[in-house]
């Protein structure tokens, strides 16, 4: 019967079949269910998808977004916006959605004008940081919230702090299959006259399923007659990473215990009336998962709500489903309690009915046309309350107000510019200019973009390949005899000077130190540390203030995971001290800066006190940096806004005429760099948006309008002049880009998920 309802317009946005995972199937069949008992509303979908190109989907999908692609959550919070749907049906797991914890799918809520009835797959006991803050917006920022268990109601209170009144419970939708004898099903398998126990659902390790073969034996002993199936293919992340070595283990194992002929797998995902059929055919469910904490189990409410008789682990929803006697809980990775919880089930076939039965009647409140009726009332209750969460008039947003669309990260001249040795300095237009060689200098800056493309979630593929390749140049650079890095490599690996410039040391150590305090490998870090322990002192006797400020930004990554490392402490108190003082000698009321040219990798100076100062707890120390930042912000930004860097031919001198080209990638990335460490410092939006000006200038909003940045190669041309763009695209400048753009793109990605307040 259709129930009545204000509601015309559905959206329901999650993963959604055919992608093979369980949210795509619970989103799939909610869609189809409310859609059946509200003929009338009009139900559509927009998914998640995990790889390029999507899917064959449905006519019902109507829009589709990029996992790891920010920008696309925001143009379907236009879409959904302008299709103004009654409610959005939001499916959340911390896994489908890209950013930290998931945390683009924040930017999407934030967008929104409709009220967002949140059903929440996963709850975890002890969250880190940013999967609070995510689903503590996630909480806020939606009208209603559906659990699928009590336990979950009480975590959702307890742990989350979330308003009961906004909480709904709503069992987890089966599909309605008959209560009848196994038997009638089993020919069609070829299991007739046999007992059956099925674990169904997609394969992956945490399913347990070794310790339920490791229980058949004991199980054939006393039932010869019994047959075991495992139905679903293997989890696609586990394949697309590991391939079917897991299914292939079970396998082998299966024939160690010699039950392989009691044993069938079904390497297959089915779709809902072949599942029905294999569900009707088990005598025995049984779920021997490993974790604990899930929250909501779809294919144990499957098996329950048709009548199954369940053995299971007592992770949180079977514990909660089979209490009192309506299943058999047996403790995790216990193969022996297992086969007797089996065992007793198969002798006693009056209990087994009993459990039966009970199961098939508390599973008609979990019928999907009963869980679509529940869902309408809390769509409806959302609509009503929404004027609770639109508070805020929508509008359409202007360009500066909205988070930037950036250029996408394109590594390919990196790699085309890298052989097994290293980076090359120098490019004749895109091609590698092997007679320049390499130089430590841009392995080092090569080797941070890398560290720092892990940290995006988005890494691209080759990174760690050419992470490796310049962490080996590094090592390779240092001269343990005079504790000093080569710096120039010819293309026949000779060394061409018995120790590099006091600045390419700097920059080493600025690397090395990135890939202790950052890099989630342990062998850069241990690598990364020993020579970084190793280069550290001979900073000491530099004179050069970039090599101080390029050490002291090392130092400070290095001290993020080695904290207390005394020596790296002093060197950071002696550098630090140094600076200061070059600046007070320095300084004029027209003039507050370090040296008495502006000339090349400038905002570096400031960076490192800001950098430094706040780390140390010493404020006058990144007051000071913030001061020379500023004023160096104002000497490089043209009448028009727009970044002018000091050009090269000549620098800028106290007193002296400025030289506006060669405007070189260098200054900024040393700029945007420095800006976004101010704005960590201070969160003054001013910096921020200093830093997004900055950026422009690599894509065209520049004295000449031309754009250095080539999206057709990933690479970046070397120098503005004053009437071109230098056409060659070396290493210095394609890695001051794809590191401006990284650098920025991080940033970004952190203030969407977190710097924007809720509602």
Request: with cysteine.
């Amino acid at each position: 019967m259709e129930t009545a309802s204000e509601i015309r317009k559905i959206a329901f946005l999650g993963d959604y079949l055919p992608r093979k995972c369980g949210i795509a199937t619970f989103t799939s069949d909610l869609l189809a269910a409310v859609a059946a008992e509200q003929p009338k509303t009009e139900c559509f979908s927009v998914p998640v998808n995990d790889l390029e190109g999507g899917y064959e989907y449905p006519a019902e999908v109507r829009f589709e977004i990029e996992e790891q692609d920010q920008a696309s959550y925001l143009r379907a919070a236009d879409f959904l916006n302008i299709s103004n749907p009654d409610v959005l049906c939001l499916q959340h797991e911390f896994g489908i959605f890209g950013g930290p914890a998931g945390s683009h799918v924040l930017a999407l809520l934030r967008e929104l004008r409709m009220p967002v009835v949140t059903t929440l797959h996963t709850l975890l006991r002890e969250p880190n940081p940013d999967q609070r803050r995510v689903m503590q917006e996630l909480i806020s920022r939606s009208t209603r919230l559906v659990v699928m268990t009590e336990r979950g109601r009480q975590m959702l209170q307890e742990i989350y702090q979330a308003p009961t009144a906004k909480i709904d419970l709503i069992p987890h939708g089966i599909p309605d299959i008959p209560f009848v004898d196994p038997n009638f099903y089993k020919d069609q398998f070829g299991v007739e006259g046999r007992l059956v126990l099925l674990t169904f659902g997609l394969l992956s390790p945490n399913k347990g399923i070794e310790h339920a073969l490791q229980a058949l034996p004991q199980i054939l002993a006393e039932f010869p007659n019994v047959v075991y199936i495992v139905l679903g293919a293997t989890h696609p992340n586990l394949v697309r990473e590991h391939g079917e070595a897991y299914r292939v283990s079970l396998e082998r194992l299966a024939k160690k215990n010699k039950v392989h002929q009691h044993v069938i797998f079904y390497n297959r995902f089915v779709e809902i009336e072949e599942l029905k059929e294999f569900i009707g055919a088990a005598d025995l469910y049984v779920t021997p998962y490993l974790n604990e904490a899930q929250i909501t189990s779809g294919t144990l409410a499957y098996a329950f709500g048709a009548g199954k008789a369940v053995v299971s682990t007592p992770y949180w929803h079977a514990a909660e489903l089979l209490a009192e006697g309506r299943g058999v809980l047996v403790p995790f990775g216990d193969s022996a309690a297992i086969a007797q919880g089996i065992i007793g089930l198969l002798r006693d076939e009056t209990r087994r009915t009993a459990i039966r039965k009970s199961a098939y009647k508390l599973g008609r409140e979990m019928v999907w046309s009963n869980v679509a009726r529940l869902y309408l009332r809390s769509f409806e209750s959302a609509r009503r309350e929404r004027a609770v969460l639109t508070r805020k008039t929508f509008a359409t947003k202007t360009l500066d107000q909205q988070p930037r669309a950036l250029p996408e990260l394109k590594l390919d001249h990196l790699s085309r510019m890298t052989d097994s040795t290293g980076l090359f300095q120098h490019a004749l237009f895109t091609v590698p200019n092997f007679s320049e060689g390499y130089c430590t200098d841009d392995n080092a800056r090569a080797f941070i973009l890398a560290v720092l493309l892990d940290e995006m979630e988005e890494e691209p593929e080759g990174v760690r390949s050419l992470a490796t390749t310049f962490a080996a140049f590094l090592h390779h650079a240092f001269n343990a005899r005079t504790r000093r890095f080569h710096n120039h490599l010819s293309f026949d690996r000779r060394w061409l000077d018995e120790q590099g410039s006091e600045d390419s040391h700097g920059r080493a150590l600025w690397a090395l130190g990135l890939g202790v305090g950052r890099s989630p490998y342990r062998s850069f870090q241990v690598m990364c540390g020993q020579v970084f322990a190793e280069a550290l002192p001979a900073v000491a006797d530099f004179t050069s203030p970039r090599a101080w400020a390029f050490a002291l930004l090392g130092i400070h990554e290095y001290l993020q995971r080695l904290s207390g490392d005394r020596v790296a402490q002093q060197m950071r108190e002696t550098l630090t001290t140094r600076l200061m003082g070059l600046f007070d000698r320095t300084t004029q009321p027209d003039w507050p800066w370090f040296e008495d040219v502006l000339s090349y990798d400038n905002a570096k100076l400031a960076h490192a006190l800001i950098l430094s100062g706040r780390a140390m707890g010493q404020t006058p120390v990144y007051e000071l940096g913030l001061q020379a930042l500023r004023w160096l912000a104002q000497v490089q930004t043209a009448q028009s806004g727009d970044f002018r860097p000091i050009g090269s031919n000549g620098f800028f001198p106290r007193g002296g005429p400025r030289a506006e080209f060669d405007q070189q990638p260098i200054e900024a990335h040393s700029m945007l760099s420095a800006c976004l460490e101010a704005y960590r410092a201070t969160s003054d939006p001013a910096w921020y948006e200093q830093a997004q000006r900055t950026f422009d200038w690599f894509l065209g909003w520049n004295d000449l309008g031309l754009e250095l940045y080539s999206p057709n190669t990933g690479g970046c041309r070397d120098a503005l002049h004053v009437d071109r763009v230098n056409q060659n695209q070396g290493a210095e400048s394609t890695l001051a880009f794809l590191l401006s753009l990284a650098e920025l793109q991080l940033m970004q990605n952190a203030v969407i998920a977190f710097n924007q307040p809720a509602a």
